[in-house]
């Protein structure tokens, strides 16, 4: 059975032989570096940051419908599932891009805390994109991709680039670095969803400081050097987030203390720090150590990917 869909940008071709579905584990982000350099006129943050892919995912799976309708289940976290999700949006405007015309079922499970500067709803938005080009075989490069998944938010351009990059721009002018690998990551937050807009709202502008240059954390990752890397994390959002939410300072101070540790940083806007730790048998025993007191702790480590088909 064979269905023409037609456009004046593009014609797709939906085979019934090929495939109907597509399973994607998209990736979490840690931000090794971050720090602000303006606020644009457009209301946006000109940003110089150090991302990194991590091997903690979510799943993603798109199934091809016999209508246009778009639904999405979730699984392990309570998300919306109507417009206001950052999944439904890429699919409405992927197909809004290349005229695509065909309704999908999207089951997300959940492994990436939500509102916790780990790019989950980033992350899916980016295997959504990135599905749909493969399920519907349109062809789209990397490069387009990634304008529209900027359209989405500023975190999509990386999580469909994946491994490691520096950021300019808002995030989505990439340069992209060799990777960490396989380093141990500890990821903790202290039960609090902080959005984007919060944490950039304390954060003040008005006087001149000397910013932190992202070249020297670009230099460590690139020579695998853990002990530079873990000297000079910087994030300048922690000063915001650490006045109005005490609890993450809290964590901070609690990872910083952690012997089996190279460093730790909050991830984002937060509220996830993360620790770089010496060994994943470390990493492993401190997380279940603190689940007394924090209610989510993940031992992970660095990846190389931002998507991976599975």
């Known amino acids: 059975q064979i269905h023409w869909m037609q456009s004046q940008r593009i014609s797709v071709l939906l085979v019934g032989s090929a495939i109907d579905s597509i399973n994607i584990h998209a ?13 644009r006129a457009d209301g946006y943050h000109e940003i110089e940051t150090l991302f990194h892919s991590l091997a903690l995912h979510d799943d993603v799976e798109i199934i091809k419908r016999c209508d246009s309708e778009i639904r999405i289940d979730c699984y392990g976290a309570k998300i919306p599932l109507d417009k206001r999700n950052l999944a439904y949006q890429a699919v409405d405007l992927f197909c809004q891009q290349v005229s695509v015309r065909c309704g999908v079922d999207i089951k997300i499970k959940k492994r990436i805390p939500i509102a916790s500067g780990l790019a989950g709803g980033s992350a899916d938005a980016a295997a959504v994109l990135q599905g749909m080009n493969k399920l519907f075989e ?3 490069g990397l490069e387009d991709l990634k304008k529209i998944g900027l359209k989405l938010g500023a975190d999509v351009p990386f999580c469909l680039t994946g491994g ?3 950021g300019r721009g808002v995030g989505e002018v990439l340069t992209t670095i ?9 990821l903790v937050n202290p039960g609090l969803e902080i959005s984007s807009a919060s944490a950039y709202q304390g954060l003040d502008l008005r006087f001149s400081r000397q910013l932190r240059d992202v070249k020297i954390s670009a230099r460590y990752v690139r020579e695998s050097n853990l002990e530079g890397v873990s000297q000079s994390l910087y994030n300048c959002l922690e000063s915001s987030v650490f006045q109005f939410y005490p609890a993450v300072s809290i964590l901070r101070n609690e990872l910083d203390c952690l012997p ?4 730790s940083l909050m991830s984002g806007s937060g509220a996830t720090v993360f620790a770089m730790m010496y060994s ?3 990493s492993v025993k401190s997380s279940e150590a603190l689940k007394s007191k924090f209610p989510i702790c993940i031992a ?3 990846s190389p990917l931002g998507l991976e088909i599975a």
């Open 178 to 186: 060799s990777p960490l690998e396989n380093v141990p990551i500890l």
């Open 27 to 39: 990736h979490a982000k840690i931000n090794l570096h971050l720090e602000v350099i303006r606020k």
């Open 280 to 282: 994943d048998m470390e």
């Open 164 to 166: 490691a990059a520096v």
């Open 138 to 140: 349109v062809g789209l």
């Open 300 to 302: 992970t480590h660095t």
């Open 260 to 263: 089996e540790s190279y460093g």
